[in-house]
């Protein structure tokens, strides 16, 4: 059994920053790209960043130079970094992960973490 763990929502000011963790737990045999996703109320659900397994990334333009996501895959987690946040950032964010389970190996399927609520206050 493979999950997504997510940590890290919260209320921010707009302008303030907050980290955004996602763990994969489980009987991973390997993990190609992670990223994150936001939905707003009554928004459809939008990609928010990227990353490969070779660490290549890739953002939203709304984002772009304000939000980081990274990895750590010894610990199968990925980050997100987000800077100088705006009301228009308050949302739903989800992690996802396209990964090799041991036990469906070499099928890759997509995982969902579960969300967690970023508020922004302006």
């Known amino acids: 059994q493979v999950q997504l763990v997510e940590s890290g929502g919260g209320l921010v000011q707009a302008g303030g920053s907050l980290r955004l963790s996602c763990a994969a737990v489980?009987?991973?045999?390997?993990?190609?790209?992670m990223g994150w996703y936001r939905q707003a109320p009554g928004k459809q659900r939008e990609l928010v960043a990227v990353i490969t397994s070779g660490d290549s990334t890739n953002y939203a333009d709304s984002v772009k130079g304000r939000f980081t996501i990274s990895r750590d895959n010894a610990k199968n987690t990925v980050y997100l970094q987000m800077n100088s946040l705006k009301p228009e950032d308050t949302a739903v964010y989800y992690c996802n992960a396209d990964l090799v389970a041991r036990g469906t190996f070499p099928k890759i399927n997509d995982f969902w973490g579960q969300g967690t609520q970023v508020t922004v206050s302006s």
């Open positions: 489980g009987s991973i045999f390997s993990i190609n790209a």
